[in-house]
């Protein structure tokens, strides 16, 4: 996942019904009190990175969402602890409500964060967890392009189904959203069956997306191509190059588009060739600042990676759980497939 900032987060359905010092009797009233006692137990969780804890207080929602694999949910806590470091505390806390939603936020520091993080959980009435995050505390980048009219028609770049996973505006459905650059990106993972992978997915061809062409979503003229990164084993990733293999391509109006994560020796055009609509560009890989397989797709309005504005992708010709979409921007949890 391109990005150049430490934390990552974790948007997602979520029951800790039996998390470490966060039980509560059953006639106990769920009220702010006990939703701030209650977020303060699952934090001891997080901070000892206790994944079987977590996992067994999960609901079909969220083990769907992870695969049905406590191994898959392990890489995410593992990688979130590698990029925070340890929560060490919490210094200041606040609890609304969000529709029947009990929504806590932590202001809590992190061993390799400069600054606080936000350690977020929303509760239901009954008192179970309908969401974590942490994240920034931040809010989404003020574009002055939000209503800017794309000239290039943009087709997925990719065949067959495809899920979003972070996609669309708002910071809950996309993480990028608070960045300059990024600010309307895609991350997508290739599926079956709703799952991103099969075995065990502690190596890369466990993942669909590993190996899947990438095609070129419109003519263009290749600014930048990059190859020769290693991939990272699953749960790793290397910040050092965040976009990892990649191609930034030119559509000569002033829109530009980055693919990035591509597979090591998979990158087939060079800097400056010309290509057209449905060229292949390389093969879906997980090299840069990224833990397991996926494309990371945007468009922006220079060829510099992290130095231009972010502009509105919105894809053409495709459908979204098998309807057809003319033209629109797929959103976080949107499965996706390119039509012929």
């Known amino acids: 996942m391109t990005h150049r900032f430490a934390a990552i987060a974790v948007a997602v359905a979520v029951v800790f019904a039996t998390a470490p010092h966060a039980a509560r009797a059953a006639d106990a009233p769920f009220d702010s009190a006990a939703v701030i006692a209650r977020a303060r137990g699952l934090n001891e969780a997080v901070k000892i990175g206790d994944a079987a804890t977590l996992w067994g207080a999960f609901d079909d929602r969220m083990r769907t969402a992870m695969g049905n694999?406590?191994?898959?949910?392990?890489?995410?806590?593992?990688?979130?602890?590698?990029?925070?470091?340890?929560?060490?505390?919490?210094?200041?806390?606040?609890?609304?409500?969000?529709?029947?939603?009990?929504?806590?936020?932590?202001?809590?520091?992190?061993?390799?964060?400069?600054?606080?993080?936000?350690?977020?959980?929303?509760?239901?009435?009954?008192?179970?967890?309908?969401?974590?995050?942490?994240?920034?505390?931040?809010?989404?980048?003020d574009s002055k392009f939000l209503d800017y009219a794309t000239k290039t028609a943009l087709r997925p770049?990719?065949?067959?189904?495809?899920?979003v996973i972070w996609g669309g505006r708002t910071l809950e459905q996309n993480y990028h959203a608070m960045t300059r650059d990024q600010r309307f990106a895609y991350d997508i993972v290739a599926v079956k069956d709703s799952s991103d992978r099969s075995g065990s997915g502690r190596v890369n061809s466990d993942y669909y997306s590993f190996g899947q062409v990438i095609v070129a979503p419109a003519a263009a003229k290749v600014a930048e191509a990059v190859d020769g990164l290693a991939d990272n084993v699953p749960g790793k990733s290397d910040p050092a190059h965040p976009a990892g293999n990649h191609v930034m391509l030119d559509f000569g109006n002033g829109?530009?588009?980055?693919?990035?994560?591509?597979?090591?020796g998979s990158v087939r055009v060079k800097?400056?060739?010309?290509?057209?609509?449905?060229?292949?560009?390389?093969?879906?890989?997980?090299?840069?600042?990224?833990?397991q397989p996926h494309l990371h797709f945007h468009l922006q309005n220079g060829p510099e990676l992290f130095k231009a504005d972010g502009l509105p992708a919105p894809l053409t010709g495709y459908t979204v759980a098998g309807k057809p979409v003319d033209k629109g921007e797929p959103v976080h949890g949107d499965v996706i497939e390119r039509t012929p």
Request: charged residues 25%.
């Open 69 to 141: 694999d406590v191994a898959k949910f392990e890489t995410v806590l593992k990688t979130i602890g590698s990029q925070t470091g340890k929560q060490l505390e919490c210094v200041r806390e606040d609890v609304s409500m969000k529709g029947e939603l009990w929504v806590y936020r932590g202001f809590c520091r992190f061993e390799k964060s400069d600054q606080p993080l936000v350690t977020q959980y929303a509760f239901t009435p009954a008192g179970k967890v309908a969401g974590f995050s942490i994240r920034p505390d931040a809010k989404e980048y």
């Open 157 to 163: 770049p990719f065949f067959g189904p495809w899920k």
């Open 255 to 264: 829109e530009y588009a980055l693919l990035a994560h591509f597979q090591k």
């Open 271 to 291: 800097t400056g060739q010309t290509v057209a609509a449905g060229d292949t560009l390389a093969r879906c890989g997980n090299s840069g600042n990224t833990s």
